[in-house]
């Protein structure tokens, strides 16, 4: 079973930057590798549902609004690893940050298959 292991949180003040990673090792339930995998992120902060913020596989990237033009997500299929570079960041987008692997790009909670254990990133004002 493929695991999903993040890392790069912390503490940073509004403004700062970030990068976040997640290495992958194993195969996903559906028998996937990493190289095959679509994989996002996604956050959750207290008290509210955990939402997608960034997705890529082998034809694109996709972001959400919220975040468009300064986040970006990459891969390294040598390394199994993904990472999100976080630009400019505000208070909200404080949160637990969640890798996830599945088998296309999506937006949705239930397009992916497999999860990290999250990232806590917290940004003060």
């Known amino acids: 079973q493929v695991q999903l292991v993040e890392s790069g949180g912390g503490l940073v003040q509004a403004g700062d930057s970030l990068r976040v990673s997640c290495t992958a090792s194993?195969?996903?339930?559906?028998?996937?590798?990493?190289?095959?995998?679509?994989m996002g992120w996604f956050r959750q902060a207290p008290g509210k549902e955990r939402e997608f913020v960034a997705a890529?596989?082998?034809?694109?990237?996709s972001y959400a609004d919220s975040v468009k033009g300064r986040f970006t997500i990459s891969r390294d299929n040598a390394k199994n690893t993904v990472y999100l570079q976080m630009n400019n960041l505000k208070p909200e987008d404080t949160g637990v940050y969640y890798c996830a692997a599945g088998p296309l790009v999506g937006r949705r909670i239930g397009d992916f298959d497999s999860w990290g254990q999250g990232t806590q990133v917290t940004v003060s004002s």
């Open positions: 194993g195969r996903t339930t559906a028998g996937r590798t990493f190289i095959s995998s679509a």
């Open positions: 890529t596989n082998w034809i694109g990237t």
